[in-house]
């Protein structure tokens, strides 16, 4: 299983960005070994459709599971429709997101948590 989480910076120790679709970078991290890899967010600077963009970058990662401060309503349909669960609300670190996760202390969102 891999959990991305948006970060500030690509590192397991980096703040976890408020922002998905937006996000500087995204660490995508095995929640069972801490075995991660950090991705550039080369979405970030996008004049508009950063969110959808940006979710198909994470879906092509094969990752299960979005850690995020804040998912947009067009992010969040793409995330949802390719059968990636989306958890919001999340601040911290990167590691101390996914411990989070793996511990059940985070829950997934019923929907989106930002306008679009």
């Keep these: 299983m891999k959990v991305a989480v948006s970060a500030t910076s690509p590192e397991l120790t980096a703040q976890v960005d408020p922002r ?3 996000a500087a970078a995204f660490v995508v991290v095995d929640p069972e070994t801490m075995e991660w890899k950090a991705i550039a967010n080369e979405n970030a600077a996008a004049g508009g459709g950063a969110g ?3 979710a198909q970058m994470i879906h092509r990662e094969g990752v299960s599971v979005v850690l995020t401060g804040n998912c947009g309503p067009n992010a969040y349909q793409t995330l949802s429709a390719a059968g990636v669960e989306v958890v919001t609300g999340v601040t911290g670190r990167v590691d101390e997101a996914v411990a989070a996760y793996r511990e ?10 930002a306008r679009a």
Excluded: L, W
Excluded at 104 to 113: E, K, N, Q
């Design 52 to 54: 959808i963009q940006t």
């Design 104 to 113: 059940r202390r985070v829950r997934p969102a019923g929907g989106p948590s």
């Design 20 to 22: 998905f679709g937006r």
